[in-house]
């Protein structure tokens, strides 16, 4: 019966265009610290503009010298991806506490493989069998270790906890609750290849303060930390997939400050929080956000399309709008249904600045 669920869920679920990342310099300090720039307010869409480039002067561009990313860090797409030199000073890397011992940003870049193994519809973690998964995912790990040398990478999968489905269910919560008999068959998997598990929540109707502390012997462990997905945060009690959702500030910080207490009461190294992003409004007052060396906090790029929107979506939601570190998705399906080419390793890594997490679905 659960299966008919998730198939239901994944007809609903929808897809769009995406979003990214930075090192954080400063202070070691344990108090968190506000940075991130208001991203304001407005009706969510699926449909994205492509952006035109901004210009310095000459002395500005000069001053920022320091920062020396490309002038063009992509030449394909409509507009292409334009980064001025005196706007990247300005915005990246990001000032924050520095990274803590065992922190796994940014030195690292961590490669996920996400779904659900209960849906072949929602990702590449449920589509295939599991040795075939991690096969392939062993495949796109010496990609990207062959693409950037210099950076290790960290194997991880990406498994979708709490899913918001097409039904109010018994509690009128809209979402269904993975098992912990699942949850550790999935961690099993990512042992197999010293992976980290992330576990991922969309809450529907319920809420984080209500879906993240049952997962907490989970995240306990040192080898698994959280996802965040606003799209299916649906404060106006909306069906899911009717419309996309949003996460406030307050929502990420009561996220962020969970893990951060559990870093201090387990002796754990820091954590890593994803928060998926594809539209300025899915996440409101990021002014707001509060870092904290305990938890390293990814925006991440979420949305599918053809390579110059999935550009232009990284340019408009996350570049422009920084808070800590990036990530940037590929979709194997969604992003070469149109006969789109899937984004190589050498072309993401064009992007300014780099993400430091990729997911596949």
Not at 33 to 51: C, E
Request: charged share 20%; glycine share 6%.
């Amino acid at each position: 019966m659960l299966s008919n669920v998730f198939v239901l869920l994944a007809s609903a679920i929808i897809a769009t265009p995406l979003i990214g990342q930075a090192p954080p310099t400063s202070a070691n300090s344990a108090q968190p610290t506000t940075r991130a720039d208001s991203l304001g307010k407005g009706s969510s869409t699926r449909k994205v503009q492509p952006t035109k480039a901004t210009s310095a002067t000459k002395s500005s561009a000069k001053s920022s010298a320091a920062a020396k990313p490309a002038k063009k860090t992509w030449s394909g797409g409509r507009n292409g991806f334009v980064v001025d030199s005196a706007e990247a000073a300005s915005l990246w890397p990001v000032k924050g506490p520095a990274p803590l011992s065992g922190s796994i940003l940014p030195t690292k870049r961590v490669i996920a493989y996400y779904g659900n193994p209960l849906s072949k519809r929602m990702g590449i973690l449920g589509e295939v069998a599991p040795d075939e998964m991690l096969a392939r995912l062993d495949r796109e790990v010496a990609r990207w270790e062959k693409a950037d040398p210099g950076t290790p990478v960290q194997p991880a999968l990406h498994l979708i906890a709490v899913v918001a489905q097409g039904s109010a269910g018994r509690d009128g919560m809209w979402r269904t609750r993975m098992s912990d008999s699942l949850i550790e068959r999935v961690y099993g998997w990512a042992q197999r290849r010293n992976a980290l598990l992330f576990l991922d929540i969309q809450v529907a109707h319920s809420t984080l303060q209500a879906e993240i502390p049952r997962l907490a012997k989970f995240l306990e462990r040192p080898n698994v930390h959280l996802g965040i997905d606003p799209e299916f945060s649906m404060k106006g009690k909306h069906k899911p997939g009717t419309r996309i959702g949003s996460y406030d500030a307050v929502d990420i910080n009561y996220a962020s400050q969970f893990l951060a207490d559990l870093v201090e009461s387990k002796n754990l190294p820091p954590k890593i929080l994803v928060v998926h992003r594809f539209t300025r409004p899915m996440v409101t007052n990021a002014k707001n956000i509060r870092l904290d060396p305990r938890v390293q906090i990814v925006m991440h790029m979420d949305g599918w399309g053809p390579p110059w929107m999935k550009l232009d979506s990284y340019h408009d939601y996350i570049y422009k709008h920084p808070v800590q570190y990036t990530g940037f998705k590929l979709f194997y399906h969604n992003d070469t249904k149109k006969g789109n080419p899937l984004m190589t390793p050498e072309q993401v890594l064009k992007i300014y600045p780099r993400p430091v997490y990729i997911q596949y679905q």
